[in-house]
């Protein structure tokens, strides 16, 4: 079993930069394919990014490519969304989430929930104007 917890959301002006972490307890998750959600209030849950477990090939969702890096650092056991040039639209609670080691998925799986078996509890972030 997996357990993650996120941190590092906060208040932000646009234009900032964050850096979220998701920090995995219970599994090393170095070979673990990991993702990034994020929900606000009244939208459906929006695919942000993803790592894969086997090579850590990148996946981003659109309304956040160019502006957000996914990267992992096995040594601590955790997994990092660098968030730049925020616009209020990028207030949500964002979710860390893992999926099964091993799997080996077409690059369209990454961006569904149903992918991964293991969530957190979110963190809040709420950029200003």
């Known amino acids: 079993q997996v357990q993650l917890v996120e941190s590092g959301g906060g208040l932000v002006q646009a234009g900032d930069s964050l850096t979220l972490s998701c920090g995995a307890s219970?599994?090393?998750?170095?070979?673990?394919?990991l993702g990034w959600f994020r929900q606000a209030p009244v939208k459906e849950r929006e695919f942000v990014a993803a790592i894969s477990g086997s090579d850590s090939s990148t996946y981003y969702g659109g309304s956040v490519k160019g502006r957000f890096t996914i990267f992992r650092d096995n040594a601590k056991n955790t997994m990092y969304l660098q968030m730049n040039s925020l616009k209020p639209e990028d207030t949500a609670v964002y979710y860390c989430a893992a999926a099964f080691p091993g799997t080996v998925v077409g690059s369209s799986w990454y961006s569904r929930g149903d992918f991964y078996a293991f969530w957190g509890q979110g963190t809040q972030v709420t950029v200003s104007s």
């Open positions: 219970g599994r090393t998750i170095s070979d673990y394919p």
